[in-house]
């Protein structure tokens, strides 16, 4: 090579790397030496010169002169008819750009040698008319193909200069633009993808040359924004998972740039980045809503290894972070007239991609590291960020609202929303006052749907103070509509509904938001009536939930088969004894529905609609149960399961022969199996499904007697291991987990058919604990189809979940809950020729005869009705004398609609003065009517908030005190049984885990709970739970026919808990018992034990299971004897001798009794001035106050023992009217109550 030739070469590569560089200084004097040494490269210095003529013609227009560019893309045809008649306009404003256009023609048709300088001069001459406003021009000078030409270039021996890919990106985005601009979006989407392969070999480095980083971040500003505009106006067949090429192009250009995204706009360039990062987050949000299949192409080959959600996941996050940077960087803190609209809409499009994330479609493994709580940390965050650049916004702080209450977060979630309630109260009130609309303040719809869920919120996770803060905005709301909404207008398709002014500023209301709204303030009402003090106005607050209710069910509101409003309606209407009613609108709910969609209801995920219905099946088992139809209560509860059609459908295969799958096997069979339906529900579903097997095992101690509900019970336990054990996180229950141990090994088992069973039965069959055990003769009972829970065997089978080695009973437990209604209809077959009869058993008197009286059915809604049996268990062993109501009361036929005074009302001493009756039926008039030609509720068009995910320890201690629930249900079936012993065992149980939650709770340093606080869901407290614990300890012992050791137990209780409705009812049964001089009072002084005995457990140790005074040993009633010690008579709670009624007992005359002095005759009256007068007297009006207090609570209002026990009270003070008048009540109590109480139908209150 000459010395020529090298200088020429030298001075092509400055020029190229000025070119590069954006050094256009530099370029004429380039151009100079190139001619000198090289004149036959005419058409490379021509295009330079045009180049730098251009770009100094570029820096002198005018900013209203500058050609549309990427953002043009949108432009309308017109527009650019516009461009083309003022071509001429251009010509003569930039005469020294227009000059370069017949010498680069001249010149590219001459180059034949050197097909870069022939590419390059193209290029600049499409540019030349680009620059012009001559967009058709513009791509008519292109090359035809961009991306073959710059191919065959890059094809040759060497390799091509960075300025032809500098030429080869403008070329493809001016040609791109240019058929944006004329309407050929799928012609301009080709051309901007076919230049993707030249972006590809250009190096990603920090150091690219400047004018390269200018015309590639001007092509994907160009290919992003037309992408995303014709994803929205569907004017390309392109879909959004394909325009995801352009924006990851976009975000590796910008990786390589730096860590920190770079805002501003670019020269030349129509949209900010941040206009780019924001489409490229919504290209994101809308494959992740829409569901669509995520591409994996080769620019996320570094994810390979990743699942494909976890790399969708990664993504978002990403670009959601760089948005937002940007965003909150460059938008400034709003004034008074303005609204930071950007914002808000950023924040709605985060919550909606949160709705998907943490919903039932997504998982905790595809959410990567943190599950959902992360998510909903980094919502969170991004919502107190947003908030710095707005100023009183409503949607953030709804959003707030949302967040926090999905993390149960319920104080920062509740301050949320009383901000949010404050500010779009006084909004709207402005908005009332000037008529003027406010910018940013949320419609009415908004406001009741946010309203509604808050209250939903108070009356399901919250205590006394969340019912009433819930009952208050209830009202609130109540008044809001009958004011703003009084009269309801539907539209010609029956699809809105608007408010009742004439106003112009009229708002439009889905209707189904109105039926939300009724139907929350419904439950706010209906929530607080159960835990109002004030007991007089109970029945009125009832009567408003029911109206609310049924206003939400409305054909005009288009939830006429709602099964959320079904379920509280038909509670509320069970507590309050209206059985027909109750009955009607549970079955309205129950009713298939032919066109409903799949999966439609208030959960998500799969089997939405059986999800729902499972409380409602619950709820009709116990109001049949409570009509005394226990059989079909028992198919019920059998209905619950089989809807699911496949136990499979219910609880999945991740179990096999009760034994669960280790991970890598779960893993290999990940194809074959899934997750059952209890997998995707909350805790409170779960219990929902374990109470409906508790009342299950109920009505099998009714119909088949307290031994089969014992051998039944090991099916709950195994529920319970299902429902709450993680296999992979908790402990496989053993024998040696105290969390979960075998209960103890009952006796003798004994089969029991229906003539067994606690109505009606002749009977009890009582079970020693014996080694040998006795086996029922074939004579007297019909011996019942074998099944694994009923097999008779020497020993009753052990109620075991798992053994030590891991390994469980051979049979299924979703088997079991199949067979379980085999075996009841098996026994209707046994003992249909037997008549039912029942009594209410009320014992009183000192008696250890067991006797059962039945009387006449009387004639309720048309059928034979037979009043329930109450708990003998409950009641004192040793009263014998039985109170049997008139055999002649026959109350009105009930209906729907119910007549005034169709029922007694409670007690005058429980009422005030009012206009109608405390218990007057729910609605005088209307009755429940049901369309089924109405279509039913679709599903919600916008995605519902997830579910409430509490922390690992509030879950953790809320799962012990529902276990606490089982092992005192499976206590009272021993008790029932007289397998006491057992019964011990199972409180044992009951007793470790109470103490162990009681110690967690103590460790808990957040402030959240406490011993007599659980915390916002948390069931129920330390203290009640002690006081569950020690009131069946109490019972345990009046079986035992241990009375002081019963009244240890139940002063226990209630020094726990204050207000325990079953240790009130216990405790005052043995304070009437003293005063009717049936017992002794307790000694107020242990006695003495001798050193002998010094290992004994002391007397006034109440939690003890074994007595060690004297008095304790003896069965009531205790008679004088020589040889127990004497006591005075003294203050009260010292031991005295009573009266007998045959005259055995003896009262002593004097101060100091002697042996002697017992055997004396005895003052009938006794009247005498002894202290022992005072001590009955007190005895009684303590349990009056009791029982009083009690009845007038929300928990004893329809308690029936408790009303009961009032009577005896009301009988023994000398009030025999108001006795009588309590008597009356019992029985209506008695005649519409169920197998088990009302409230555990539902574990979140009304709120499914």
Same mark, same amino acid.
């Given at each position: 090579?000459?010395?020529?030739?090298?200088?020429?070469?030298?001075?092509?590569?400055?020029?190229?790397?000025?070119?590069?560089?954006?050094?256009?200084?530099?370029?004429?004097?380039?151009?100079?030496?190139?001619?000198?040494?090289?004149?036959?490269?005419?058409?490379?210095?021509?295009?330079?010169?045009?180049?730098?003529?251009?770009?100094?013609?570029?820096?002198?227009?005018?900013?209203?002169?500058?050609?549309?560019?990427?953002?043009?893309?949108?432009?309308?045809?017109?527009?650019?008819?516009?461009?083309?008649?003022?071509?001429?306009?251009?010509?003569?404003?930039?005469?020294?750009?227009?000059?370069?256009?017949?010498?680069?023609?001249?010149?590219?048709?001459?180059?034949?040698?050197?097909?870069?300088?022939?590419?390059?001069?193209?290029?600049?001459?499409?540019?030349?008319?680009?620059?012009?406003?001559?967009?058709?021009?513009?791509?008519?000078?292109?090359?035809?193909?961009?991306?073959?030409?710059?191919?065959?270039?890059?094809?040759?021996?060497?390799?091509?200069?960075?300025?032809?890919?500098?030429?080869?990106?403008?070329?493809?985005?001016?040609?791109?633009?240019?058929?944006?601009?004329?309407?050929?979006?799928?012609?301009?989407?080709?051309?901007?993808?076919?230049?993707?392969?030249?972006?590809? +070999?250009?190096?990603?480095?920090? %150091? *690219?040359?400047? =004018? #390269?980083?200018?015309?590639?971040?001007? &092509?994907? !500003?160009?290919?992003?924004?037309?992408?995303?505009?014709?994803?929205?106006?569907?004017?390309?067949?392109?879909?959004?998972?394909?325009?995801?090429?352009?924006?990851?192009?976009?975000?590796?250009?910008?990786?390589?740039?730096?860590?920190?995204?770079?805002?501003?706009?670019?020269?030349?360039?129509?949209?900010?980045?941040?206009?780019?990062?924001?489409?490229?987050?919504?290209?994101?949000?809308?494959?992740?809503?829409?569901?669509?299949?995520?591409?994996?192409?080769?620019?996320?080959?570094?994810?390979? +290894?990743?699942?494909?959600?976890? %790399? *969708?996941?990664? =993504? #978002?996050?990403?670009?959601?972070?760089? &948005?937002? !940077?940007?965003?909150?960087?460059?938008?400034?803190?709003?004034?008074?007239?303005?609204?930071?609209?950007?914002?808000?809409?950023?924040?709605?499009?985060?919550?909606q991609n949160w709705r998907i994330l943490c919903g039932s479609s997504w998982s905790e493994q595809d959410l990567g590291e943190g599950g959902t709580e992360a998510v909903s940390r980094g919502v969170l965050d991004i919502l107190y960020r947003a908030a710095t650049k707005t100023f009183h916004s409503t949607t953030i702080l709804r959003h707030l609202f949302t967040v926090h209450l999905a993390i149960a977060e319920f104080d920062l979630a509740f301050k949320a929303f009383d901000t949010y309630m404050e500010i779009v109260k006084k909004g709207k009130a402005r908005v009332e006052e000037t008529g003027e609309e406010e910018h940013g303040l949320d419609d009415d719809e908004t406001f009741l749907r946010t309203a509604s869920e808050c209250i939903k919120a108070l009356c399901r996770y919250g205590s006394r103070q969340g019912a009433e803060k819930g009952k208050d905005l209830g009202q609130f709301f109540e008044d809001w509509l009958d004011k703003h909404h009084p009269t309801v207008h539907g539209n010609a398709n029956g699809r809105f509904l608007e408010n009742g002014h004439s106003r112009e500023l009229e708002t439009t209301i889905s209707p189904k938001t109105f039926a939300l709204a009724w139907r929350c303030i419904g439950i706010a009402h209906a929530q607080w009536a159960r835990l109002t003090y004030d007991a007089p106005s109970r029945s009125d607050i009832q009567l408003r939930a029911i109206k609310c209710f049924r206003k939400a069910l409305m054909p005009q509101?288009?939830?006429?088969?709602?099964?959320?409003?079904?379920?509280?309606?038909?509670?509320?209407?069970?507590?309050?004894?209206?059985?027909?009613?109750?009955?009607?609108?549970?079955?309205?709910?129950?009713?298939?529905?032919?066109?409903?969609a799949t999966g439609a209801g208030p959960y998500p995920g799969r089997f939405s609609r059986e999800r729902a219905l499972i409380p409602l099946w619950h709820l009709m088992s116990l109001l049949l149960s409570a009509?005394?139809?226990?059989?079909?209560?028992?198919?019920?509860?059998?209905?619950?399961?089989?809807?699911?059609?496949?136990?499979?459908?219910?609880?999945?295969?991740?179990?096999?022969?009760?034994?669960?799958?280790?991970?890598?096997?779960?893993?290999?069979?990940?194809?074959?199996?899934?997750?059952?339906?209890?997998?995707?529900?909350?805790?409170?579903?779960?219990?929902?499904?374990?109470?409906?097997?508790?009342?299950?095992?109920?009505?099998?101690?009714?119909?088949?007697?307290?031994?089969?509900?014992?051998?039944?019970?090991?099916?709950?336990?195994?529920?319970?291991?299902?429902?709450?054990?993680?296999?992979?996180?908790?402990?496989?229950?053993?024998?040696?987990?105290?969390?979960?141990?075998?209960?103890?090994?009952?006796?003798?088992?004994?089969?029991?058919?229906?003539?067994?069973?606690?109505?009606?039965?002749?009977?009890?069959?009582?079970?020693?604990?014996?080694?040998?055990?006795?086996?029922?003769?074939?004579?007297?009972?019909?011996?019942?189809?074998?099944?694994?829970?009923?097999?008779?065997?020497?020993?009753?089978?052990t109620i075991q979940v798992t053994s030590e080695n891991g390994i469980a009973a051979k049979q299924h437990h979703h088997e079991k809950l199949r067979k379980r209604s085999d075996s009841v209809s098996k026994s209707k077959d046994h003992g249909s020729a037997r008549e039912r009869s029942t009594s209410i058993n009320r014992r009183r008197s000192d008696s250890g005869a067991r006797s059962r009286e039945s009387h006449n059915a009387t004639i309720v809604d048309g059928e034979k009705f037979f009043t329930p049996q109450a708990d003998v268990s409950d009641r004192d062993p040793w009263q014998s004398e039985t109170v049997k109501p008139p055999t002649n009361l026959t109350p009105t036929k009930s209906s729907l609609n119910s007549r005034p005074g169709s029922r007694p009302s409670p007690p005058k001493s429980h009422q005030m003065a009012q206009k109608d009756r405390s218990l007057k039926p729910a609605n005088q008039t209307a009755t429940i009517a049901q369309d089924n030609r109405l279509p039913h509720i679709s599903p919600?068009?916008?995605?519902?908030?997830?579910?409430?995910?509490?922390?690992?320890?509030?879950?953790?201690?809320?799962?012990?005190?529902?276990?606490?629930?089982?092992?005192?249900?499976?206590?009272?079936?021993?008790?029932?049984?007289?397998?006491?012993?057992?019964?011990?065992?199972?409180?044992?149980?009951?007793?470790?885990?109470?103490?162990?939650?009681?110690?967690?709770?103590?460790?808990?340093?957040?402030?959240?709970?406490?011993?007599?606080?659980?915390?916002?869901?948390?069931?129920?407290?330390?203290?009640?739970?002690?006081?569950?614990?020690?009131?069946?300890?109490?019972?345990?012992?009046?079986?035992?026919?241990?009375?002081?050791?019963?009244?240890?137990?139940?002063?226990?209780?209630?020094?726990?808990?204050?207000?325990?409705?079953?240790?009130?009812?216990?405790?005052?049964?043995?304070?009437?018992?003293?005063?009717?001089?049936?017992?002794?009072?307790?000694?107020?002084?242990?006695?003495?034990?001798?050193?002998?005995?010094?290992?004994?457990?002391s007397s006034s140790t109440v939690n003890t299971s074994v007595p060690a005074t004297p008095l304790t040993t003896q069965s009531p009633p205790i008679k004088p004897s020589s040889s127990l010690p004497i006591i005075p008579h003294g203050p009260i709670g010292l031991a005295s001798t009573k009266p007998r009624p045959n005259g055995a007992g003896h009262t002593p005359q004097e101060p100091t009794s002697t042996p002697e002095s017992q055997t004396s005759s005895l003052e009938p009256s006794y009247k005498g001035s002894s202290a022992s007068l005072l001590d009955r007297l007190a005895a009684r009006d303590r349990a009056y106050g009791l029982l009083t207090a009690l009845t007038k609570l929300g928990t004893g209002w329809n308690y029936s023992e408790a009303w009961f026990a009032l009577a005896r009270a009301y009988e023994e003070g000398g009030q025999p009217d108001k006795a009588r008048e309590v008597l009356w009540w019992c029985v209506e109590l008695e005649e519409g109550r169920g197998v088990r109480d009302w409230s555990v139908v539902g574990s979140g209150g009304y709120v499914l």
């Open positions: 090579m000459s010395r020529e030739q090298s200088k020429a070469a030298h001075y092509i590569q400055q020029l190229d790397e000025a070119r590069c560089e954006g050094n256009w200084d530099a370029v004429p004097e380039l151009v100079r030496k190139i001619k000198k040494h090289a004149p036959h490269r005419t058409c490379l210095t021509l295009t330079a010169e045009s180049e730098y003529s251009v770009i100094q013609a570029a820096l002198t227009r005018p900013n209203t002169a500058r050609p549309a560019t990427a953002g043009s893309s949108n432009a309308s045809a017109g527009h650019t008819a516009h461009t083309e008649t003022t071509a001429s306009a251009s010509y003569s404003q930039y005469p020294s750009i227009s000059r370069y256009i017949p010498l680069l023609l001249e010149a590219i048709e001459q180059e034949k040698t050197y097909v870069e300088d022939d590419f390059q001069a193209q290029v600049c001459l499409g540019w030349i008319h680009w620059q012009l406003g001559e967009p058709s021009l513009a791509a008519s000078r292109l090359p035809r193909s961009v991306e073959q030409d710059y191919a065959q270039l890059d094809g040759t021996n060497k390799e091509s200069t960075e300025w032809t890919k500098v030429c080869a990106l403008k070329a493809s985005y001016i040609k791109g633009s240019v058929q944006g601009r004329t309407g050929a979006v799928d012609d301009a989407l080709e051309s901007y993808e076919s230049a993707l392969p030249i972006l590809a +070999s250009v190096p990603a480095t920090v %150091q *690219q040359p400047k =004018e #390269l980083r200018t015309w590639t971040e001007l &092509y994907l !500003t160009g290919f992003c924004m037309l992408s995303s505009h014709a994803i929205k106006s569907k004017l390309s067949s392109i879909l959004e998972t394909e325009t995801l090429s352009a924006f990851r192009a976009w975000a590796k250009f910008w990786e390589v740039q730096g860590p920190s995204p770079t805002g501003g706009r670019a020269p030349q360039a129509e949209v900010s980045r941040r206009q780019v990062w924001k489409e490229y987050y919504i290209t994101l949000s809308d494959v992740l809503q829409q569901d669509l299949p995520f591409p994996t192409t080769a620019l996320t080959a570094a994810y390979t +290894s990743i699942s494909t959600r976890l %790399q *969708q996941r990664a =993504e #978002l996050k990403r670009v959601e972070a760089r &948005y937002e !940077t940007l965003l909150l960087a460059e938008v400034q803190f709003p004034k008074a007239e303005e609204a930071s609209d950007e914002v808000e809409a950023f924040v709605d499009l985060v919550m509101y288009e939830s006429t088969n709602d099964v959320e409003t079904f379920f509280a309606l038909g509670t509320i209407l069970a507590e309050r004894r209206e059985l027909a009613a109750a009955i009607e609108v549970v079955k309205s709910g129950l009713l298939p529905r032919s066109n409903i009509r005394q139809d226990f059989l079909t209560a028992a198919r019920s509860c059998e209905g619950a399961f089989e809807q699911f059609q496949d136990p499979k459908n219910l609880f999945g295969e991740a179990d096999l022969n009760g034994v669960y799958r280790s991970d890598h096997l779960n893993e290999k069979n990940k194809g074959r199996s899934q997750a059952g339906v209890v997998d995707d529900m909350d805790d409170f579903e779960r219990e929902s499904v374990l109470e409906v097997k508790m009342t299950q095992l109920a009505l099998i101690e009714v119909l088949e007697g307290p031994e089969v509900a014992v051998n039944a019970s090991d099916e709950l336990l195994s529920l319970y291991t299902r429902l709450f054990v993680d296999s992979k996180t908790d402990a496989t229950p053993s024998a040696k987990n105290t969390t979960l141990a075998i209960p103890p090994k009952s006796s003798a088992g004994t089969i029991k058919s229906i003539t067994g069973s606690i109505f009606g039965r002749s009977g009890r069959s009582v079970r020693k604990s014996t080694t040998a055990g006795s086996i029922t003769s074939e004579k007297t009972l019909v011996a019942r189809p074998k099944t694994t829970q009923t097999i008779a065997s020497t020993r009753a089978p919600n068009s916008s995605l519902g908030n997830p579910l409430t995910r509490f922390p690992t320890d509030q879950q953790r201690r809320r799962r012990r005190a529902i276990l606490v629930k089982v092992w005192l249900l499976v206590s009272g079936f021993y008790r029932r049984a007289s397998l006491y012993d057992d019964a011990k065992g199972s409180i044992e149980e009951a007793h470790k885990l109470v103490k162990s939650l009681e110690e967690d709770v103590s460790r808990d340093t957040s402030g959240h709970v406490s011993i007599i606080y659980p915390g916002w869901g948390g069931g129920k407290s330390v203290a009640e739970l002690w006081g569950d614990v020690f009131s069946e300890r109490g019972y345990l012992a009046m079986a035992e026919r241990s009375p002081y050791l019963a009244l240890g137990h139940f002063e226990s209780a209630l020094s726990h808990f204050a207000d325990h409705p079953s240790a009130i009812v216990g405790l005052s049964n043995i304070l009437l018992d003293i005063y009717t001089e049936e017992l002794l009072p307790p000694p107020s002084i242990p006695s003495l034990v001798l050193p002998s005995s010094l290992s004994a457990p």
